[in-house]
DNA sequence: ACCCAGGCGGGCG
DNA sequence: CGCCCGCATGGG
């Protein structure tokens, strides 16, 4: 078994596997070791986060292709301290950065973001836990040779394409089977998610938007951790929440005003703020 | 029992 | 446009 160990400050594992990002959705973390096992494009893929030191370890049966994935999927190039000073403009923000410090964003497969955040709309973590690992077990490739071949990959759009309304609703989707199916279905053989990286941020979000299923907060939820566009601002009822009381004192606001406040507040770096303020605003008694 | 959940599409004025 | 409603389902 080949591992190696990256020199890695900033980066708070259980923050970031935690604040229900994709990856809470199907990845297993255990926290006594502080590592994280997921499966990846064929791959199973296990970093361990070394307390008290700069150590990540990585471990993989092809390590050239586990540890890129790990740098891009924790973005693991971005200067914290330079985005922290970007969103770092009052006390809340103060205060969100310095309980979750090393909160990473997460760069997902946009087909991957776009399935979970479908799921996640109207949904609670558990529940969206439950569905997403329910059709990887149901829709996955098995991943042959590690962990006794219980892991496998996370499903291709082309599989879901295929199901069947009704079984997809066996796997716990609700009313949000339709759109998953839809999506898939328009993923595979309208749209080329993957030939959306690249492009700008209302390209990508205008285009997203045609899916049936995705709105507003889905669409950003995918450019954001789907693309890695980091000024999208997604607004869930916990950022509005939760920015209502902090900077519109207590009063309830449109989202279009709460996007435009955001957009002027941190800019390029609106989408980590966003991270920040809706895991604080979830965590906080 | 009752409330809530990382929203959305559709129908209405 | 903005507003309002229903939506499947399980966990607290």
New binding site residues.
């Given amino acids: 078994m080949n591992f190696a160990n990256l020199n890695i400050r900033l980066f708070n594992l259980k923050h970031t596997f935690e604040?229900?990002?994709p990856l809470?959705f199907y990845a297993d973390y255990n926290e006594v070791a502080n590592s994280l096992t997921y499966p990846s494009g064929g791959h199973v893929i296990n970093i361990r986060r070394v307390k008290e030191s700069d150590s990540l370890f990585v471990t993989s049966n092809n390590m050239d292709y586990a540890v890129k994935e790990v740098r891009e999927r924790f973005r693991l190039d971005d200067r914290m301290n330079f985005i922290y000073k970007q969103i770092n403009t009052d006390n809340f923000m103060d205060s969100a950065i310095k309980n979750f410090p090393g909160l990473r964003l997460t760069l997902n497969d946009p087909w991957e973001a776009t399935l979970v955040?479908?799921l996640?709309?109207?949904?609670?973590?558990?529940?969206?836990r439950?569905t997403t690992k329910s059709m990887i077990e149901k829709y996955g490739e098995r991943i042959s040779g590690e962990y006794d071949n219980k892991i496998k990959d996370f499903p291709e759009s082309e599989r879901i394409a295929d199901a069947s309304e009704k079984d997809l609703?066996?796997c716990?989707?609700?009313?949000?089977a339709?759109?998953i199916r839809d999506a898939a279905e328009f993923c595979t053989y309208n749209i080329n998610l993957e030939s959306l990286k690249g492009k700008k941020y209302d390209e990508i979000k205008e285009t997203l938007?045609e899916?049936?299923?995705?709105?507003?907060?889905?669409?950003?939820?995918i450019a954001l951790?789907g693309f890695g566009k980091l000024e999208a601002f997604?607004?869930?009822?916990?950022?509005k929440?939760t920015m209502e009381r902090v900077y519109f004192k207590g009063k309830e606001t449109?989202i279009?005003k709460i996007a435009e406040f955001a957009s002027e507040r941190w800019g390029d770096y609106a989408g980590y703020a966003?991270?920040y303020i809706?895991?604080n605003g979830?965590t906080e008694g």
């Fill in positions: 604040s229900a990002q809470a955040f479908i996640s709309q109207f949904n609670n973590v558990k529940r969206i439950k609703v066996k716990g989707a609700g009313f949000r339709k759109y938007l899916i049936k299923g995705v709105g507003d907060k889905v669409a950003d939820c951790m997604p607004i869930d009822r916990w950022v929440r449109s279009k966003q991270q809706f895991w979830r």
